[in-house]
């Protein structure tokens, strides 16, 4: 079997999980889950150095979700690596339960408790800082929104980085085009993207093809080589990438009838 055709499996998987996922809650946060899929699969399936029967394991890489609403993509991820049982996809949003609507520390595999954008690069820089400071060779990856880069604490995050010289940090820009409000450039123009995070120091790679899962694990291993600062990926995605209808009309949220519409609409075409 190819390397992508074996990647197509686990997407296919991995995206059924979501379905599954948004199915138990009723409600959820697809459009944003779709678009980082690949970036997570690549991740968790190729490049970052896990154990998923030791998720506390000292020398893991660590894999910081700063846009933590995106919770349903690394819940399926997570559940397809065997991080923790796939039947606990139907506890999703219940009192009590490990996967709640933003990613929290207490599910195996997380490394963040999320909420308010924008820190979650700040906590992945002090991952990386530390790992410096101990002397350990662990890598820090964090997957941060375009919508959520209109927050100022991303670009102080990312002087810190570079000031440090934290070549053992990798941001992830999920370029999906749309947050909640709208059109993200609409919002608050952040072109010329790529050209912004070489400003603040960064190695930065702009990847045209973001939902290629292959085309994202050769971007992290071509910036493994680089040496001496901190390195970005802009991966231009689609938003809820998979389900057409929902493409479409750059839903954010999902519930009700839209739910079950693109509920039916993706099971179809994973068949």
């Given amino acids: 079997m190819d390397r992508d055709s074996s990647f197509d ?53 660590r894999i910081v979700l700063s846009k933590s609403h995106a919770c349903e993509a690394m819940y399926a ?14 506890e999703f949003l219940q009192f009590d339960s490990m996967l709640q609507g933003h990613v929290e520390i207490c599910t195996p595999g997380a490394e963040y408790s999320g909420g308010s954008l924008g820190q979650g690069i ?3 820089c002090g991952l990386a800082y530390s ?38 940090l990798y941001v992830i820009v999920d370029q999906n085009h749309y947050c909640t409000l709208g059109n ?8 010329p993207l790529e050209d912004k995070w ?18 994202m694990i050769d971007d992290f291993k071509k910036l493994e080589k680089i ?3 901190p390195k970005c990926i802009i991966a231009n995605t689609v938003k809820n990438n998979g389900i057409p209808s929902w493409e479409k009309e750059h839903i954010h949220h999902v519930s009700g009838k839209k739910l079950a519409d693109g509920l039916e609409e993706g099971r179809k075409l994973l068949k």
């Fill in 184 to 191: 993200v450039d609409d919002i608050m123009n952040l072109e």
């Fill in 198 to 215: 070489k400003s603040f120091g960064w190695e930065t790679i702009y990847e045209k093809y973001g939902n290629n899962v292959t085309n």
């Fill in 227 to 229: 040496l001496g600062k």
């Fill in 131 to 168: 790992a410096k400071l101990k002397k350990k060779k662990y890598r820090v990856f964090c997957i941060v929104g375009d919508g959520e880069s209109h927050e100022g604490e991303v670009w102080e995050a990312a002087m810190f980085a570079a000031h440090y010289k934290l070549d053992n």
């Fill in 122 to 124: 700040s906590f992945a």
């Fill in 9 to 61: 499996k686990i997407i296919s998987a991995c995206r059924t999980n979501i379905l599954d996922i948004l199915e138990a809650g009723g409600i959820g946060h697809a459009g944003g889950s779709l678009s980082i899929l690949e970036t997570l699969v690549a991740l968790y399936f190729e490049i970052a150095k896990i154990d998923p029967k030791n998720p506390k394991w000292e020398d893991r890489d």
């Fill in 77 to 90: 991820v997570l559940g397809e690596k065997g991080f923790f049982p796939k039947e606990k996809f139907k």
